[in-house]
């Protein structure tokens, strides 16, 4: 009792400064922006009218989008749900060699921005597939190519999000307790049976929270839907909401609004389903051992690992595979061979294009400052909202995460809306400048830098500040001597986090860029649309590599970082010795971390 009343009075020494910058995070990144969207929508002119709003989503077009909308969300995660499921138990439960390396390669299929999955996939099958054409297997000249229209999107979709759902059901794996398998073990049920008996009955909630986000990120993509079914016109809403904005300019601004608001609506409801699904299943683990690899596959692991190494082949190696032959022949259909390989569209995009020189560099800062900018401001957030908030972090956290639940276009259409007038006392706009994409980035990645920050600031032991405080030491000092070094490594991999997620960006810069401020993923879909496909998939390749450095620069990281920071990381050390040994009881650990899987929902 004393101690939790020193406690008190060591916190109440200062500090409450720290709480400004949240409540200006709040307001500037999450309410001004809803609000704007949802005065626009409803409030045409200033006066409510919400009728108009409803004869914009009645429309015949709308209507037609939000079903292709549907549709292509829902069988996607059909597609997903199975795939990302098996792999997680497949990673999760056996002793299958390289669990490691393949459960990085199959997360970096989720972390390449759509639009470059969908260009390779595009140029992955037709009959202008360089890649096809150099094995002789490309279809007949003139023939359609199959990547076009619903069935395309469905499928890209579905391997593209399947790693998404790996996460989550990796994550509830993570929270199922050892002794769970160990007693089944005990009452002599097989491995298999264990699995269908035992874990995925407390698995489901995972499972239906890992289809609700995989439905949402389906719902708000706009990269692949653009490049499939665009060509077509199979629009789905964030296409059609950027065509209008294309064709007929901000004074179109109400009814895209109102669109906004039906795929804001869809998306929150379905995520703050997933959230109260991922809670209910969670199990903690207060006093025992996390699950570890139990099945032993002998025989099947021939069977298991070419399963693993065929999935990794479908949703990275083939389509990479099908950038790279695109990017090295000079003109887009031409087979790959000695003499028609070449670097010249690498040359031409990296250093003859001005425009494309100018993309990487915007990206670059954008991304990179938006990053650092996040990184620095997040430390002092997270200790103002575990040490400072109390009961109203919850409320506070849930506020933050406002812009990243939101899909792209409809953040870059609040932005838009927030910024379109000079701005009051200064007088001037963002609209049409880099500050616009930069306040879009910091909005809509605060969440994801504040992640892992947090989830090390709750285990700051306070005793270290106590101790600190009793030295005389002021908040300033504090945070500087005891809470910065802590966290510092957290703050760096959710900024390298936030970097990775933002470089290649579309959904939200493809509304908000102008002459001069054009980022790659721009830049990319550009040249698809112009139809110089080689250039584009030299563009690509070097986004991709950009990303992987990244995400190694944070794999690297991983060793200092709270559990659960890297949705890719597996630990396996000690694995295959519990596996052999199952009767043999584990030492015991404290709870396990959760892993925010929702990066993959920035598409």
Not at 99 to 109: D, G, H, K, N, Y
Not at 163 to 187: C, F, H, N, Q, T
Not at 323 to 338: E, F, I
Request: proline share 6%; glycine share 8%; aromatic share 6%.
């Amino acid at each position: 009792m004393r101690h939790r009343t020193h406690a008190k009075s060591f916190l109440e020494r200062g500090g409450l400064g720290l709480l400004a910058p949240i409540a200006l995070a709040i307001l500037a990144f999450d309410v001004l922006p809803a609000g704007r969207l949802l005065l626009t929508a409803l409030a045409p002119g200033g006066v409510f009218d919400p009728e108009k709003a409803l004869a914009a989503l009645a429309s015949r077009s709308a209507i037609r989008a939000t079903w292709a909308t549907l549709e292509t969300a829902f069988f996607s995660t059909l597609l997903a749900l199975p795939l990302g499921t098996l792999m997680a138990l497949v990673l999760g439960v056996t002793d299958i060699r390289g669990r490691r390396i393949a459960s990085f390669l199959f997360v970096l299929s989720l972390m390449i921005s759509p639009q470059v999955i969908a260009l390779a996939f595009l140029h992955l099958a037709g009959p202008a597939s360089p890649i096809l054409n150099t094995l002789g297997l490309a279809p007949e000249a003139g023939s359609a190519n199959p990547m076009m229209g619903r069935l395309g999107i469905i499928l890209v979709l579905g391997l593209h999000h399947a790693p998404l759902v790996y996460v989550i059901m990796s994550a509830g794996l993570k929270r199922i307790p050892l002794a769970v398998v160990e007693a089944a073990r005990m009452d002599g049920s097989p491995p298999l049976k264990v699995v269908t008996d035992h874990l995925l009955p407390l698995l489901r909630p995972h499972l239906m929270s890992a289809g609700l986000l995989a439905f949402v990120a389906g719902i708000g993509n706009f990269g692949i839907p653009a490049l499939l079914g665009a060509p077509v016109n199979y629009l789905t809403l964030p296409v059609l909401i950027y065509r209008r904005l294309s064709s007929f300019g901000t004074g179109i601004l109400g009814d895209v609004a109102a669109l906004g608001l039906l795929v804001a609506v869809i998306a929150i409801v379905c995520v703050a389903a997933s959230q109260i699904l991922t809670r209910r299943g969670d199990v903690l683990l207060e006093e025992d051992a996390p699950l570890q690899p139990f099945w032993m596959l002998n025989r099947a692991s021939a069977v298991v690992e070419t399963f693993v190494i065929a999935v990794i082949a479908v949703t990275l190696v083939l389509p990479m595979l099908s950038l790279l032959t695109a990017a090295l022949v000079p003109s887009y259909g031409m087979p790959l061979t000695l003499s028609t390989i070449t670097l010249d569209n690498f040359i031409e995009v990296l250093v003859r294009q001005e425009v494309t020189v100018r993309a990487f560099l915007n990206s670059l800062l954008y991304a990179g400052g938006a990053a650092c900018l996040l990184a620095c401001f997040a430390i002092p957030m997270a200790y103002g909202l575990v040490r400072l908030m109390g009961p109203m972090r919850i409320v506070a956290t849930a506020l933050l995460e406002i812009s990243y639940v939101l899909p792209g276009i409809v953040l870059a259409i609040a932005c838009i809306l927030l910024f379109l007038k000079p701005l009051p006392l200064v007088g001037m706009s963002l609209y049409g400048t880099p500050w616009i994409i930069v306040f879009a980035y910091l909005a809509r990645f605060l969440a994801v830098v504040l992640k892992p920050v947090l989830a090390g600031m709750t285990q700051v032991d306070l005793a270290q500040e106590e101790a600190a405080a009793l030295d005389g030491a002021r908040l300033m000092r504090r945070l500087v001597d005891v809470i910065v070094p802590t966290l510092l490594p957290a703050a760096v991999a959710g900024g390298l986090m936030a970097f990775l997620l933002a470089f290649s960006e579309l959904t939200v810069s493809a509304l908000l860029w102008s002459a001069g401020t054009e980022t790659i993923g721009v830049v990319l879909y550009n040249l698809e649309e112009a139809g110089l496909a080689s250039q584009a998939s030299a563009v690509a390749i070097v986004i991709v590599a950009v990303v992987t450095l990244a995400m190694l620069a944070l794999n690297a990281l991983g060793r200092y970082l709270p559990a659960g920071t890297l949705p890719w990381h597996i630990e396996v050390e000690g694995a295959a010795s519990s596996a052999r040994q199952p009767d043999r009881m584990p030492a015991r650990s404290g709870t396990i971390g959760r892993v925010d899987p929702r990066p993959a929902l920035s598409a």
